[in-house]
Every structure is written in structure tokens, then in C-alpha cells.
């Protein structure tokens, strides 16, 4: 039945052709008029065409790029004739449909077609329309008794989970801000963390995970109660226990940007409005280091930084080469931080994260911190058992092991923190096994269960010396010694 059409169909394509070779452009609109009646009238087959460009200054349609990435994804494997377009990250070829390709698609058991076309120029004469007139477009064909079913719902479907597709494999950007002109220098984000391979307990793992997930899905929520939609994350814990991996693994799992804002290069209030104001939606906002930034708690750098500093200023990075003088210059204030966090500014743009992280959770302004600003609170501990078998495996590849039971021992005794014990479960030699590995932690583990209880025998000396001076001290005010 189809190819009885399809032949029909070739003969009313035949003829089309003709009309536009062979007549004048009035006559060819009239006559091309009724060639389209006299088609539908035969063909039951309804076509939707989605041209690559569109619009007065001819942009790119985002829906063909959607639709480009989903039939990349459902339907390239079964087109003969592929095109590869790109390459990702280097590594491996994106393919699609070639031109005038073919390829079927089932939604709810119906059949479609989808076929990748191109309007080929009538001359090379290169004009503003020469985009147009190159352009490619995709068209779906459908039978007219589904016609409510595909424009109702398939079209809907296709975008999507092209959109999706086209998110998740959009090369995603790390912005540091530029200290000069107060401006976001952009760099290809590539962190390799992951909630899979972040050392956590799973539990707690899994309730960020659906906090972050809940967040991207409650557009409309946000709205309907009038607030910004945005929400703060307070990640704080000592150094080494993953603050930062867990930034890049809340990145990697929303695939949003992230915007690191290096605070003590930002001179105002005024110019910190500008970078927040400049960041998309779809990002994460990251303060490292609150506790450290400007006047807000006063300055965590100490004696010894002087020379980190002039060792920076040999940097070519421009936010290291910015001296001591120039980033105490910075007169950004507390104020202002949480104007830009909750105040009016921060509505510009939605959907973005805000992170800061600490290893003094106790000298952060409570107004800077309290919920509804940083709505949530994690705190990044010490490594426990679960959070080393997450190690284990992303550094030996291994589930179980007999020295397993002695390492859940001496966690329960002593403290390391997960940057520490993933440095002890790397291999130092190519042929090293895993059992070495194993020995190298436990070896840590108890050495630093014996600085511990030297440390606290250390300090109960001290406590004990302290008393008795006390002591000491009252015993020679009371009886008027000299
Ligand atoms: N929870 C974790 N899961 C997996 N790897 C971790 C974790 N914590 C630390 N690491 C490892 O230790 C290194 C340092 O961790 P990270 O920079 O995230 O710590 P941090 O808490 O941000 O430290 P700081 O407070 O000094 O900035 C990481 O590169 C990672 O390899
Ligand atoms: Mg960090």
C-alpha cells in the first residue's frame, strides 16, 4: 500500500520539479497551490519539516538540535548511510543521519519516519540567504489518523529528550572571576567526581541527591510560594574530607556550570552584583573558604602566607598574581554578600545552586548561614567504613577483602580523614598489590590511633600541670605567699 503511494508520491514529486523549472514565479505560486491540494487529497501521509535555521536572523532552531540528539541516540543505529559531526571530548566520534537518510521510530505503536533532507542552492552565488538556502532540515512523516497523537504528544517527547541529551552531553564550563575587569574567564569543566565515587555513607549520599533532584524539578513550586529559585548549600568539615569533590560531583550529576567566585578579588559590592548577574541559570555560585573571605569574619591567613603570596605573584594565573595589598583592597561586606544571596538580585537568572564551604563552621556569621540562606548544612567528616569501601573500590577495585574487619576496627578507633586514605590506597608502584595497599592503610590507621592517644595523654598533662598551678597561684594569694 505504502509503495503504491510512494510511487504516486515520486510522480507528484516529478511533477512539482517541472512546475518550478519550467514556470514563471507567478504562475509557479498558483499552480504549486493547487499541486498541494491535488497531493493531500491523495496522500494520507501528514509531513512536518523542522528547518536547522529560523527566525528574521536565521538562528539556530533548538529544536533541531533536540531532534538532531534524540534520533543520534534512538534511531542512528538503524541508518545505513551515518555522518560523523563531531567529536566529543577528543575521545569518540558523535554520529548522525547523513543527508536524504532515512530511519523509522515507534511511539505507542505507531510508526513514524524521520529523514534528514538539505534544500540544495540553486547557484554558489554566496548572499545572506545562502544559509537558508543551504540549509538542512529534518521531516517527519506521519499517517494523518495519528495526527493528534504525534503533534499532541511524540513532538512533545522528542524535544524532550533531545533537550535532555543535548544537556548532558554539552561541554560544561568552570568560571573563575577575573580581578581586573570584574569579568568570568570560562575554562572547560572536566572534573571527574561523581556521587558513585564520592566517600560518603550511601544513605547520606542518596538524601543529597534527591534534595538536588527535588530542587531542579520544583520550577513551579518556587514560583508559587514567591521565591527565588535558588537554594544554598553550607558544606562544612576539616580539610581532606571532600568539600570540594562534592562541589564537582553536584555538578556533574545536575550537569550545571560552575561559577567559582574567588570573593577577596571582588573589590565592591557593586561588582560582585555585576558577576552574580552575569552567571546563567543551570549553575552552581561556589564560595570556597567563607571563613577566609575578607572582613566578613576577619582574615584566616597567618604568619609564613607572605611568601605564598610572592610566589604567587610569579603565577600567570591573574587571580594569583593579584597581591596581599590589592585583595585586602576588596571592600565587599557582609551586607552585601547576603544582598546578592537572598536580596532581589538573586532572582535573576533561577535555577542556581549556591555553595559555600568552610573548615570553621563556628566563625561564620550566624545571619550568613542560617537556613533559608544556606538551606542546607552537610557536614564532611572523618572517613568511616562505608565511606572506604567507596574508596576501595574506586582505587583497587575490590568489595571485600579479609583485611577488611581490621580496618572497620581501627576506623571505629581512630580518625583519617578520606583524602588521607585514598593517598594510603594508592598503588605506589605499577605491580604493587592490593593487599600491599591494604598494609600501607592499616599502617597509617594505627600510627595515627598512637598520635592520637600520645596527643591526648599529651593534653591531660598539660590539663593536669594547668590544675596545679591554678592551684598553686590561689594557694599563694590565700596565704599571702611571695
Ligand atoms: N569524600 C571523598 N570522596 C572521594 N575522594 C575524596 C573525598 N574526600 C577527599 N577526597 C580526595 O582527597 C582530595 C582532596 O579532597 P577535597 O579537595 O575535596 O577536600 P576539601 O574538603 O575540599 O579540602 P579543603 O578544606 O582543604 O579545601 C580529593 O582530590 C579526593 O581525591
Ligand atoms: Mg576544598
Request: glycine content about 4%; proline content about 3%; some cysteine.
Amino acid at each position: 500500500m505504502i509503495a503504491q503511494y510512494g510511487s504516486a508520491i515520486g510522480g507528484f514529486m516529478l511533477l512539482q520539479a517541472m512546475i518550478q523549472k519550467y514556470f514563471p514565479a507567478m504562475l509557479r505560486d498558483l499552480l504549486e497551490r493547487y499541486f498541494h491540494k491535488l497531493v493531500s487529497f491523495f496522500d494520507p501521509y501528514v509531513e512536518i519539516s523542522f528547518p536547522e535555521f529560523t527566525g528574521r536572523y536565521m538562528e539556530r532552531s533548538e529544536a533541531f538540535t533536540a531532534i538532531q540528539n534524540y534520533l543520534t541516540e534512538n534511531a542512528t543505529s538503524r541508518a545505513k548511510r551515518l555522518k560523523a559531526d563531531s567529536v566529543k571530548d577528543n575521545r569518540s566520534l558523535i554520529l548522525s543521519m547523513a543527508d536524504h537518510e532515512e530511519v523509522a521510530d515507534e511511539y505507542k505503536g505507531v510508526k513514524i519516519t524521520w529523514s534528514s533532507n538539505k534544500i540544495v542552492p540553486p547557484s554558489t552565488i554566496l548572499s545572506f540567504h545562502s544559509v537558508a538556502q543551504n540549509q538542512r532540515y529534518y521531516k517527519l512523516t506521519f499517517h494523518q489518523r495519528h495526527r493528534n497523537l504525534i503533534t499532541q504528544s511524540y513532538i512533545d517527547h522528542v524535544l524532550t529528550e533531545g533537550k535532555a541529551i543535548t544537556s548532558k552531553n554539552r561541554r560544561r564550563k568552570l568560571y573563575t572571576n577575573d580581578p581586573q575587569d570584574c569579568t568570568w574567564i570560562p575554562a572547560v569543566f572536566k572534573h571527574p567526581a561523581t556521587f558513585e565515587t564520592l566517600a560518603m555513607h550511601p544513605d547520606r549520599k542518596k538524601d543529597i541527591m534527591n534534595d538536588l533532584t527535588k530542587f531542579t524539578e520544583r520550577k513551579e513550586y518556587y514560583a508559587k510560594i514567591g521565591k527565588a529559585w535558588k537554594r544554598g548549600y553550607l558544606l562544612h568539615g576539616p580539610p581532606g574530607t571532600g568539600k570540594s569533590t562534592m562541589i564537582a560531583a553536584m555538578a556533574n550529576f545536575l550537569t550545571y556550570d560552575v561559577y567559582d567566585l574567588e570573593l577577596t578579588a571582588v573589590k565592591n559590592n557593586t561588582e560582585l552584583r555585576r558577576l552574580l548577574i552575569d552567571t546563567s541559570s543551570k549553575a552552581i555560585i561556589v564560595i570556597e573558604d567563607i571563613d577566609c573571605s575578607l572582613d566578613l569574619t576577619g582574615q584566616r591567613k597567618e604568619a609564613g602566607e607572605d611568601d605564598k603570596d610572592k610566589e604567587d605573584d610569579k603565577d600567570d594565573n591573574p587571580l594569583k598574581k593579584m597581591t596581599k595589598k590589592e585583595q585586602k583592597s576588596s571592600k565587599v561586606t557582609l551586607s552585601g554578600l547576603l544582598n546578592v544571596i537572598d536580596g532581589i538580585w538573586s532572582a535573576c537568572g533561577g535555577e542556581r545552586i549556591i555553595v559555600f564551604t568552610t573548615n570553621h563552621l563556628d566563625k561564620l556569621d550566624p545571619a550568613l548561614i542560617r537556613r533559608g540562606r544556606m538551606d542546607k548544612h552537610i557536614e564532611m567528616s572523618y572517613c568511616c567504613f562505608e565511606s572506604f569501601k567507596v574508596l576501595a573500590i574506586n582505587y583497587l577495585n575490590i568489595e571485600h577483602h579479609q583485611l577488611f574487619e581490621t580496618i572497620s576496627r581501627l576506623f571505629g578507633e581512630t580518625k583519617m580523614t578520606p583524602a588521607d586514605v585514598a593517598e594510603n590506597l594508592m598503588p605506589k608502584f605499577d605491580n604493587e598489590d592490593v593487599e600491599v595497599c591494604l598494609r600501607h592503610l592499616i599502617e597509617a590507621l594505627e600510627a595515627a590511633k598512637k598520635k592520637t592517644e600520645k596527643d591526648a595523654q599529651l593534653k591531660a598533662k598539660k590539663e593536669k600541670q594547668e590544675k596545679r598551678l591554678k592551684w598553686w597561684r590561689e594557694a599563694k594569694k590565700r596565704w599571702k605567699i611571695c
